[in-house]
Every structure is written in structure tokens, then in C-alpha cells.
């Protein structure tokens, strides 16, 4: 944990690392909570004479330690690096392990922006890649180049089917390669998951969604458990100075302290969605891992404190259901994105999964899927009962 961290906050239970990890009150003013340090630069005391640390705010912001101490806290990792966006973290970590000439593993069903980053911006670079199924091991296991994989990029639940991957035994496979596992947090948070006690070396996050948590802020963060590796995040933050700036670590860093709260709302919402989806005849489907019959519910209950606040479903209805559904809610805001306090609703083959139709990562068009927020519960069920509208026979 970094030094950042009150000693007292150092093995404390979870929220209370989220309260005051990363963060001491101020020396001067006893300020609770870490202030906006806009400033570009420090003033330094003689030539060299630096206080604190601080001389620029591309190589270094109090605001932004603070979130970066607090993060790497939540995920019990070595160091914690904020970023101007998920993308800008994951595209710096590349930067970081990987060389022209280089391979790596990845979902087959990674988020569309970082599929985009491997194929289009590193792949042109010269990192080649092969995607294949999370939830399944041995396919990744043989994914891998041997003497030419250097990370396995695992996303656990995905979007929007909610896969499961198995983090340790992920792990065991890339690491028996000589390879590291790197696992994008970002649907279930650090409060449901830390990858980097199951074995994972590098947690990455867009702090866009559960983290910042209020849908006002875009940011990203990494989290390493290993010295060596922080020593090359750190450099290529700085030199690549795809940094958050210090209204929006503030922003996040006001999320986290919320997110074990948030989180259990969202969960408890959200089995309530899927109890009442479960139920209804017009609904075909549901996806959650928390439901015994999910593919990866035996391994999401071993890695996961709970099963999270997305939630996917298709209608009996096929598409004109589903779109007419997404039209019809009030309450769920029709809108990319998640993770936010509040819920929304879209239509992935028409909006956050169009990109990939017509390729092996298509998802069936009549697939809704939800982020539940944390409204009233019952206000969410009335609103999707009238979404659904008639249904197939109507
Ligand atoms: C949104 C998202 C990203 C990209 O993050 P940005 O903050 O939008 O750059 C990466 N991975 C996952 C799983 C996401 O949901």
C-alpha cells in the first residue's frame, strides 16, 4: 500500500479503506478531504528543491495521488496510476509490457473500445493478438504463443453476456507461459473483486462506471502488484501523459468512498430485476451470474462477494420487442454506458454491440441489456412491466 495511506487505514476492512486510504488531512488547513489541486506546476525551494515531490502535474497532482493511493488500496495492490480514461490506462499499460513483435491473449467478446485499441491502434503498431473465450481455459491456454505472449487480457463478468473467467487458474495459465494476466475490473468493481489476491498481476479499470459511480466523470486506473512492473506504468504515465486531471480524480476518488454502498444496492436491485424477468412470460431469457443455471455461476461464487448490477435478458418477442421495450421505459434511461446510480437500459445489437455485427462477437438481437441502479426497487420492476408491453402475443 502506498505511503499515501494513513497507517491505520493500511488493514482495515474495505470501507474503511475506501474512506481514508490514499489520503492524510492536510498539514496546513486539516482539510478532510483531499482539495482540487489545480495547479500545473510547483513552486520549488531552490533549483531541485522540491516539496513533496511534486514539480509538474502530468508527472504528479496531490489530487490525483490521492485517488491513486485510495484505488490501489481497494484492489490491496503495490500502486495504483489514474488515467484520463479506461482506454488511456489500458493503451499506457500496453505501452508499458508489451513490444512491436508481441503477442497477447484477449476475450473474444472484449468491450468493443478495447477490442478497437488491439485492433486498430496496437495491431498496426505490431503487438499482434488472438481473441478466445474467457470462460473457457483451455482455449486460452491455447491461444497463447509460447516465448510470444506476454499478457493474457481477461475481462470477468463481459458485456454484454456476462461470461465468467476464472482468475486463478487464468493466471496459473499465463503465468506458466511466462506471461502476465491482466484483468479489466471494471464490471464488478473492487468491491466484488480483487484479481490481483487471486493471482492477477495488473487490474484495469474504467473508473467511468461502478468506481466514479454517478455517470459525471470518464477516468481509468491501473493497479500492479509488483514493483517492477509500477517502475514501467509510472514511466510510460508520464511519458505518454494520458493523466486525469485533478477535478476528475477528485470526482472518482467521491465514488469510491461510496462504492461498497452503492454496490450492495445495485446487487440487491438487481436480484430483484431477475427475479421478476425470471418470472415473466414475455421475457425468453435471463443472463446474471448469479442464477444457478449460468455457465460460470460455480466460478463467479468462488471469486465474487456478489454477482453485480448488469443485468441481460432476451424477449420472447424477438427485436421489435426488444426495441420497442428500450422505448417504452421511463425510469430506465435509454442509454450507453453503466455502472452509474442510475438505470439504464439499451439495445446492444443496435447500440453498444453494433460494431460487431455481422462477426463471430454478434449478439442475438432481441438481448436487452440493463444496468440497475439504485432507485427505488419497486419503481424499477412497475417501469419494466409496462416496457415489456403485451408481448409476444400482443
Ligand atoms: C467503458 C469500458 C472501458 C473503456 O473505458 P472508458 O473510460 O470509456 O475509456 C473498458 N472496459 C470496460 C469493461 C468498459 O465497460
Redo the contacts with the bound molecule.
Sequence with gaps: MTEQTPEHAQKSGFETRAIHAGYEPDEMTGAVIPPIYATSTYKQDGVGGMRGGYEYSRSGNPTRTALEGNIAALEEGERGFAFA???AAEHTLLQSLCRPGDHVVIPDDA?G??YRLFAKVEQPWGLAHTAAPVSDVDAMRAAIRPGETKVVWV?TPT?PLLNIGDIEALAAVAHDAGALLVV?N??ASPYLQQPLTLGADVVVH?T??YCGGHSDV???ALVVRDLDVAEKVAFHQNSIGAVAGPFDAWLTLRGLKTLAVRMDRHCDNAEKVVEFLAGDPRVAQVVYPGLPEHPGHAVASRQMKRYGGIVSFRVAGGEQQALDTCGRAKVFTLAES?GGIESLIEHPGRMTHASVAGTALEVPSDLIRLSVGIETVEDLLADLDQALGAGPVG
Design positions: 480514461s479506461g482506454l468491450y473500445g478495447t475481462e458485456n479489466d471494471t464490471f474504467s467511468t462506471k470518464v477516468g481509468g453503466l
